[in-house]
Each structure stands twice: as structure tokens, then as C-alpha cells.
């Protein structure tokens, strides 16, 4: 495979469930994002990782929890989450941190009833 | 203010005309800009960036860069059906990107 890739690809969830997303990138990046978009939002920046290390986490409540085991894969653990966390959650890389463009996963569609 | 502001469109243009997209940022310290199309229901992809003061131009797309001024644009020649799309404009400072709300565009045929 190629690029950066998400799964699963939808998801539907209740309040009390615990799931988690996984990103995998294919191009040699070291630096993984974790970005909430909402409906008529701007893209929300949630995490970043560079070579492995978080070095952003923009304020996200503690029900979501990120893990990054190596430069290739990104998890965002979900657990007690509220119904306005519905939204697509969407996976990006880039080569290092910083002034780089991000190249995109097709993201998580994520419903919490 | 916000960060990086476009106007949300939806912005239509018939099929042939230059469509223009415009975007301005708040950050005086901002470094690297890039504009992204994502399609509905799909990711952002990327189509341009430009770190410098001017034009820059790839295919049908130009993006301009005015620092003094705060903002960045992207201009599509030749629109199309297919470039129906949101277009977001996003602004790097330092080790973050802020992306702004994108603009609709919609191409007539």
C-alpha cells in the first residue's frame, strides 16, 4: 500500500465503548498527525508526533488517547466519548515537523451514540 | 480574529472562467503556506505550496503570496466541473499549521 492509510473507516460507537484508530503511513515520514474535522469547522489540530515523541497536544479532553509506537503507525485510543465527538478524524504525515506539507489518510468516520 | 480566515463560498464560477480563492492570515511570523482540496466526503490533497513573496504557478494553478499584506490566493485557470470542491488554505507557524474553514468552490457547466 501507499500513502497514508486509515482504518477502520467508519465507525459507530456508544458512549461507554472503548475503540481505536490506527494510521499507517508509507512514505518515510517522521513526523504523524491527529486532526478532528467537524461539520463547517476548520480542521482541528489534536496531536502531533515527531519521530515517535508528541510534541503538540492542543488541549483534547483525556477520553482521547494517542499512541504512536513508531514513525509508521499512529493510534487514537477512544474511550467515554460524548455525542459532539462525532466527526471524521483524519490521519496526515509529513517528512519532518514543521514547514512541510501534510499528506492526508482518507480518515475515520466516527458516530458516537 | 481568526487565525487564517477564508470566506466560506460557496463561490461559483461558470466552466472556463479563473476562479480566485483568497485567503489572509493573522501570524506576521508565518513561513509556509499551501492550499489543499478536499471533495466531499474525502481528505484534504494537497495542490500547492509557496514559502515566497509572488506568484507560483503549476498547470492551472497559480498561488500568490503577499507577506506585507498578509495573504495568500490561489487562482484556477480554465475551471472545471471537476475542481467542485472545498479549498482550504493553510498557514504554517513555526512546528504548527493552521488550516483555515476552506472556501466552496463550485464550477457551472
Known amino acids: 500500500e501507499t500513502g497514508v492509510t486509515q482504518t477502520p473507516r467508519h465507525l459507530v460507537m456508544g458512549m461507554t465503548n472503548k475503540k481505536s484508530l490506527k494510521c499507517e503511513q508509507h512514505?518515510?515520514?517522521?513526523?504523524m498527525y491527529w486532526y478532528k474535522q467537524s461539520a463547517k469547522k476548520p480542521l482541528e489540530l489534536m496531536f502531533v508526533?515527531?519521530?515517535?515523541?508528541?510534541?503538540e497536544n492542543n488541549s483534547v479532553p483525556s477520553r482521547f488517547s494517542p499512541e504512536c509506537p513508531n514513525s509508521s503507525h499512529l493510534f487514537l485510543h477512544l474511550h467515554t466519548l460524548q455525542p459532539e465527538d462525532s466527526a471524521l478524524y483524519l490521519c496526515?504525515?509529513?517528512?519532518?515537523?514543521?514547514?512541510?506539507?501534510?499528506?492526508f489518510g482518507p480518515g475515520t468516520r466516527l458516530t458516537v451514540t | 480574529q481568526k487565525e487564517v480566515e477564508q470566506n466560506s463560498g460557496p463561490l461559483s464560477v461558470p466552466e472556463g472562467a479563473i476562479a480566485s480563492l483568497n485567503c489572509t492570515y493573522s501570524d506576521r511570523g508565518s513561513q509556509s503556506f499551501f492550499w489543499y482540496r478536499q471533495y466531499s466526503g474525502k481528505s484534504p490533497e494537497l495542490i500547492m505550496f509557496i514559502y515566497s513573496n509572488g506568484d507560483k504557478e503549476d498547470g492551472r494553478f497559480t498561488a500568490q503570496l503577499n507577506k506585507a499584506s498578509q495573504y495568500v490566493s490561489l487562482l484556477i485557470r480554465d475551471s472545471q466541473p471537476s475542481d467542485s470542491a472545498t479549498y482550504l488554505c493553510?498557514?504554517?507557524?513555526?512546528?504548527?499549521?493552521?488550516f483555515g474553514a476552506g472556501t466552496r468552490l463550485f464550477v457551472k457547466a
Open positions: 508526533y515527531n519521530f515517535k515523541e508528541q510534541t
Open positions: 493553510a498557514v504554517n507557524r513555526g512546528f504548527k499549521t493552521i
Open positions: 496526515a504525515s509529513s517528512q519532518d515537523e514543521g514547514s512541510y506539507e501534510q499528506y
Open positions: 512514505l518515510g515520514h517522521n513526523a
